[in-house]
């Protein structure tokens, strides 16, 4: 009997102190927005139906590196290369000590070419003393598991790439092209022959 209590205490000990069991743990419940979703999607909590869904989405868009330091570190400082797409949220709600509650801010890209991509603003404070970190590059279940979930299968028509340049050069590009068919049409007005 006391064999077995020690044993358990020392599981539990380990379960505080080794940042695999914090994988167990993590946010009590998650939401998705976005382009194309007519209402946020709701992810369960640990230990509610559902709540292994939410966990399979933030391990596979990299919530855990984002939040907890692992090593090796998959966590990336630079924005990926490629176009993300439009931008998607999920915000997790992070319990604490002393029933606090954090809120943590997971951007979300899962057109982006060639993998989905994740970013978590750095500095995003929790439990006080813990910080957030960086970009992650997910792997192709990460799309299949949010389309799963709700999202559509392929980006929204109209959405547009949230951080491409073209969001801005391309009103632009369509006002000189404009301008410049219409000048040609002037010009070709003028040029033409006037009949007595």
């Known amino acids: ?33 976005g382009p194309g979703l007519s209402k946020p999607i709701s992810l369960a909590g640990e230990g509610q139906p559902g709540g292994e869904e939410r966990m399979q989405i933030a391990q596979e868009a990299g919530f855990f590196p984002a939040v907890f330091a692992q090593s090796p570190n998959p966590m ?13 949220t999920i915000t997790y709600v992070m319990p604490g000590p002393n029933n606090e509650e954090d809120e943590l801010v997971q951007d979300l890209y899962p057109y982006a070419s060639p993998n989905a991509v994740s970013y978590v603003a750095p500095g995003q404070p929790f439990w006080t003393t813990e910080e957030t970190r960086g970009w992650f590059v997910a792997t192709a279940t990460l799309k299949d598991s949010l389309v799963a979930s709700g999202l559509p299968r392929n980006a929204p028509v109209g959405a547009g790439p949230s951080d491409s ?19 040609l049409a002037a010009i070709l007005i003028r040029r033409r022959p006037q009949t007595a």
């Open 165 to 183: 340049p073209w969001r801005v050069v391309a009103p632009v590009l369509v006002l000189v092209v404009v301008g410049a068919l219409g000048a």
């Open 76 to 88: 990336l400082d630079e924005r990926p290369v490629g176009a993300l797409g439009p931008k998607y």
């Open 1 to 33: 009997m006391k064999r077995t209590l020690g044993i358990s205490f020392a599981i539990a000990i380990l379960g505080v102190f080794l940042p695999g069991t914090a994988l167990g743990k993590g946010a009590s419940e998650a939401s998705i927005t």
